[in-house]
Each structure stands twice: as structure tokens, then as C-alpha cells.
């Protein structure tokens, strides 16, 4: 199965760099992708010849797949060159596979989201959906092993490909495999809710890799108890901590382009003016709407804050940006809803005709959260539990003053930033209120010098810089981090 003109590096995701949407008139558009991995990614250049793996998840994105001679080596332009496979797997297993597996129970169990009195139910419909989370990694493993040249090495990402390692290691002994976890890792004690086949598949799985890399030590260390405990130890695979770090070269240039200006004037009319004519402050926060963010508990802690200390009304607006996420699950979609509701409740409660405590936005708009970035006061990161979370990287990167940041000790940013943060506790909304209120009350100077601090260590470890020390690490090149 070997090709002799196979690609040297390759990386595996579920969500490619370039997503498709079909024109009016038919003809199909690409949309590049953010995120660490794309501008990682780019660090090889094009002449590297990498090619990048991942899955058609729309009508649109199946259609390019259909007229690509299917989706082998889509190359796109939107990627700078590199070289995409988009693998159009069958609508349904897709679904059971991202929606039912990935995203409703093993995502729900690394983040610690289940409320267990009525859930999870291990039941015939998820051995259904297990069938197709298989029969989806295997599309991925099968894929990888047609294109990887002899002994490439291949980048594995995250959660909805935890059996790929084990797959291609049977398929393509030559290669080697790393795969990295951009969330966190549960507890052993959590893990163990799994069924015990389905919990050794998923480690074994992984295991299949070379090297296995994590953003932060707890969650490192979490896999290695839960294969201490579950699986006879790690077997000869090595574990990596890499701390996938904001992108200040990007950020600062793109956040000074005339579009985030126009946002910025736009938002700054929203916000409007306290009542002597000086700036109100802003706590600002951007999000997905994902249930492991904490949005509903951060808004209840605003609210406190406007109840404990009544001096911080028409002085202040909480702006929230809320993006779609996964609406394809009710619970999702429902959160969703609570978010706008509770957003609406704390406007009319406490709002006056010159003053809209909340600031909410709902549709994705990066140049509107580069705006809100560089206006922050404050920013509040409160996850309940989450990989890194870069927005607490981001935010300090970007604002014009320096902001205050508070963040969630459960997010894996915190060991980083905990230091120049105040922390607080995701579940104590009355200590979250508390923290608001400390962090508007810092003077400028300290602000200044504790964001300074906040953006050196946000970006030790540049996007580029994170994916070459893994790809080095597997390679054994040098500057290889073990
Ligand atoms: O690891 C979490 C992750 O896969 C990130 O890469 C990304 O931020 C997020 O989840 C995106 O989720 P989705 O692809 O389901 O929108």
C-alpha cells in the first residue's frame, strides 16, 4: 500500500483548513480556516509538499469532493498551496461519528460535562454510533496510509481521531505517528465511565502513535494514569507537553487593519459614554457557544457584581460575543438559548435608556472580536474545564491599554498565565463577581505591567514554532523536545 511518491508530513483533523460554500450561480467558493494548526502548518511552506487530510462536513464541502476526482489532493489556494484530502464519508456515519461519539461523549467526558443522574446511557444506539466512529477513523487511517511516503511522519489531531494511531500503525508500520489532544484529558476516575472495551479501544488507539503531545502537564498526566489504570502503562509511546501559544505577529497586524477600526467605532457607540462623559469599562469575553465556556455562569456573575457593588452601574458593560457551535445537538442549541435569555433578563433588570449592561453578540465576526480585544478592560475566561482556551492568550496580545484577565483555574492557560490572572473558581459565581471587581479596579500602571507580562508568556510558543518542535520530536531532528 506504500507510495513511493507519497507526501513526507502529513496531518489528519476532523475540520480542514478550508471549508467550501456553493455560489448562487453554482460555482464553489473555499473559505481558509483559523486556528494554531493552519498557521502551524505553514511554517513547512508549500514546497514541503505536506499534505492534510480531513473531512467533507458539509453539502458544500461534498460537492468540491465530487468534482476534485474525489477530494485526492483538493489543492487549494486559500491554504497557500498545500495540498488537502477531503475525505466524503457517508452523511450518516459522519453524523453518529462527530455529533454522537465526539462531540456528545467523548468531548462531554474529557470536559467533565455530564449531569449523571440521567446521563450517559451506554445503549444500543451508542454501540450504533461506535460502529460509525470506527468505521470514520478508519476512513482517516486508510486515507494517511495511501498518501504517506515511506516512513513520513503524520500528525494526528485531537479526539474524533483517538483509533487512528492504532489503524495506520497496522496499515503503515513504516510511518511515524504522532497525534496531539487539543482538549484536556479526564481523570481516571471520570474515564472509567466509559465502557471498559470502548475506554482500551480509545487508549490503545492512541497508543498506536510514536508520541503523543498535550497543551498542558495536567492533562498529560491524566492520560498516563488513566493508562496506568486502564491499559498496562503507556507501552513504548512517549508523551509531549507543547503549549500551543497565540500568534502575535498575526494578531497585532490583522488587528490594525481599517475593518477592526470601523468595529471598534461601531462597538464604542454601543457601549457608549458613562454619565460625567469619561469611557465606561468593558469586561469583555469571545466565545464559541460551548458548554464548557461558562458563558451563562459569567453572565450570573456580572449580575452579582451589578448587585454587590451597585457603584459599577452605568460604569461598565459586560461585552459577550457568543458564537454558534454545534447546532446540530439540542443541548447546544438549548444553551444557546439561555445565553440570549439571561443576557435579555440582566438588560431589562438593570439596563436605563442610557445604559445596555450587556453587550451580546451572536454571529461570528473575527474582525469584531479583534475590535473588543484591543477595547477590553477586562477580559473573563472562566471555563469549566478547556484545553488552553487562547482568547486568554489573545486578549492581552491585542489590547491597546493592556487588559486584566480573569481566568478559570480549570483552563489549561492557566498554568502559563495563573501567575499575572486573577483566578477564580467556574462554579463560584459570587467569587467570579468578586474577581470582576477586582480586576476593574487595578490601576493603569499595574494593568500595563501585568499585561505585559500576560503577552510575553502568551506567546512564548508561536503557532510555528509548536508544530515543528512535534514534528522535530517524532523525526528525531534536532531541537527535538523528548
Ligand atoms: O480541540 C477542540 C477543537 O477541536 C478545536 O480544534 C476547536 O477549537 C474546536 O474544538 C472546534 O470544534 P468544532 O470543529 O466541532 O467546531
Redesign the pocket.
Known sequence: MASTHGAEVLVA???GPVSYEVREDGTLHARRGG???VSGLSAIGPDAGAVWVCAA?SDADREAVRRSHGGRRLSVEATGGQHVRMLDIDATVFADA?NGI??SVL?FVHHMLYQTPLEPVFDAEFRRQWASYEAYNRAFAEALAEEAAPGAAVLV????LTLVPGMLRELRPDVRIGHF???PWAPPEYFRMLPDDVAGQVLRGMLGADRLGFLTRRWADAFEACCAEFAGGLGGTRVGVHGLGADADFLRARAHRSDVAERMAALRDEIGPAADGSARKTIVRVD?T?LSKNIVRGLLAYRQLLDDHPEWRERVVHVAFAYP??QDLAVYRDYTAEVQRLADEINSGYGSPTWTPVVLHVKDDFARSLAAYRLADVALVNPIRD?MN?VAKEVPVVSDEGCVLVLSREAGAFAELGEDAIAVNPYDVIGTAQALHEALSVGPEERAERSKRLAAAATALPPAQWFLDQLHALTGESGAAG
Open positions: 483533523s476532523n475540520r486556528g494554531g494548526l462536513l462527530y465526539a462531540n468531548w489531531q485531537d479526539y474524533h489532544s487539543h482538549t464559541r460551548e457551535s454545534r484545553g487562547l
